[in-house]
């Protein structure tokens, strides 16, 4: 039977057995929808084609719904994106996919393809193109029959070889796309939860309002925007939250852009503008230490800011100099205290077993946080992806344990010079108990009994697998 050239089947891959996605702690913890997927459906969908969505980390047990979709419609396309820890879910779904449909052309894009490019078709035959950096174009330019040679962004298969068309040289301008089609994420918003105690409010949502990054620390995947750092307009920005809002009665929102205060007049004329117009919306955001003062979290917070994440990484200075730009930990400092001032929650950002982390390096680290105003905090494993300034010379570094299907940041795959695995378990566990220790953390949790009640429901549900995950290596093994 002859596929519909003009369809796309977009799956976001769960990255592991079904079964096991119950005791998955970063699925308890925080189930984000698949912006990027959505914002491909909206895309080609305005151009004239046909797109869906299946998302298995919503929804695990979508093996079904996806050979049922196959056998239906007989897309001529599917397509991932793929994180470096769910591509070998991806390739999975994509051998089943074919003994279905063998005339469905398999597309893959995320960061571990950007970061690969050839690699991915030549070590996976059953992958069929490989897109580079953002997908809109070279997604929509396939269905719409355009030979693969003519497409900037894309690694493809020809009678001489395995080609790559080279970088997209056109950044798209965001203002110019429609918003995500968030009707095509099976159960939204209700299948979707931000991390407990990170919101008052259901149902809450996740936005992007920018791309890329300005920055160039070195351990932060920069394949796909490259060092391109883009942004929407306040008044489109705007125009988001009221649709999200009107249409799935959002009531609490975090950006997940990585710097979202980065252009101060954006963010002005958005706050004052959610000031006016009273929105009964809250939201989130990340930021960095040199783009907050108190004039700015003031505005902030009366337009409803209720929780900033800063990227503190390191406590340690010479650590952090070797791995960030404008490594200043008395900004640091400055900027949690003035965010606790203006009576918004800090979210400390940090991270363990960095290249030149030591035992006395991480206990600077958790000296300089506790000895801050934080309300929570992100721990994350370091891992050195393939799109990472480190990933080229880490075996220099320390060991490297390349196994993709563990490389999420919540296992220690590389452990640097002097320390071993067990050590860095160790501490990690040690940061975890002394910090639900100290008396004014738990009282700021107990408050979010009537801050984010429905926090604490997922918590008191959830309880046995969140102390087990602070205890040890979490191994959940990937499809």
């Not at 070279?138 to 900037?152: C, M």
């Not at 080609?163 to 979707?192: C, N």
């Not at 949690?336 to 400390?348: D, F």
């Not at 160790?426 to 984010?452: D, N």
Request: aromatic share 12%; net charge neutral.
């Amino acid at each position: 039977m002859n596929t519909d050239p003009n369809r796309v089947l977009l799956i976001h891959p769960l990255g592991y057995a079904p079964d096991s996605a119950g005791r998955d702690i970063s699925r308890l913890a925080n189930i984000m929808p698949p912006l990027g997927l959505a914002s491909l459906a909206a895309y080609v969908e305005r151009e004239g084609a046909a797109a869906d969505i299946v998302d298995c980390f919503a929804h695990p047990q979508s093996e079904q719904r996806i050979d049922d979709y196959v056998r239906q419609h007989r897309p001529g396309f599917v397509g991932f994106t793929c994180t470096t820890a769910g591509f070998f879910d991806s390739v999975r779904h994509i051998q089943r996919i074919k003994a279905i449909s063998p005339d469905t052309r398999a597309i893959v894009g995320g960061p571990h393809i950007s970061a690969l490019r050839e690699r991915v078709l030549e070590e996976f035959p059953d992958v069929d193109y490989a897109v580079v950096g953002e997908g809109e174009r070279p997604l929509l330019a396939l269905l719409k029959g355009v030979p693969s040679a003519e497409i900037p962004g894309l690694a493809y298969r020809s009678d001489e070889g395995i080609r790559f068309t080279g970088f997209q040289d056109f950044e798209l301008d965001l203002d110019t796309l429609p918003l995500p089609a968030y009707r095509k994420l099976s159960g939204y918003p209700q299948a979707y939860q931000l991390p407990i105690f990170n919101y008052p409010h259901t149902p809450n949502a996740s936005c992007i309002s920018s791309r890329g990054c300005c920055f160039q620390c070195s351990y932060c995947d920069r394949s796909v925007f490259r060092r391109s750092f883009r942004y929407n307009s306040a008044d489109y920005l705007l125009e988001h939250v009221r649709y999200l809002h009107k249409e799935f009665g959002i009531r609490h929102l975090n950006f997940y852009d990585d710097h979202f205060t980065f252009n101060r007049a954006r963010i002005e004329t958005f706050c004052e503008h959610m000031a006016r117009e009273k929105f009964s919306i809250t939201f989130n955001c990340a930021a960095r230490a040199e783009h907050l003062d108190a004039s700015l979290l003031k505005l902030m917070k009366r337009a409803g800011c209720w929780m900033i994440s800063l990227g503190i990484e390191s406590g340690d200075p010479g650590l952090l100099a070797e791995h960030r730009q404008n490594p200043n930990l008395e900004r640091q400092a400055r900027a949690v205290r003035e965010i606790h001032a203006a009576g918004i929650r800090v979210k400390g950002l940090l991270m363990i077993g960095l290249p030149g982390e030591t035992e006395e390096t991480f206990r600077r680290t958790m000296a300089f946080a506790f000895s801050l105003p934080i309300d929570d905090f992100n721990l994350a494993k370091f891992t050195p992806f393939p799109g990472a300034p480190l990933y080229a010379r880490i075996h220099e570094l320390g060991t490297f344990d390349e196994d993709w299907n563990l490389m999420d940041c919540m296992h220690f795959q590389f452990v640097p010079h002097g320390m071993s695995k067990e050590q860095l378990q160790r501490l990690f566990t040690e940061f975890y108990k002394r910090h639900f220790m100290r008396p004014k953390v738990l009282l700021g949790y107990a408050a979010m009994l009537w801050r984010s009640p429905d926090s604490w429901l997922r918590f008191a549900a959830n309880l046995g697998t969140f102390l087990s995950f602070a205890k040890s290596d979490q191994r959940i093994r990937k499809a």
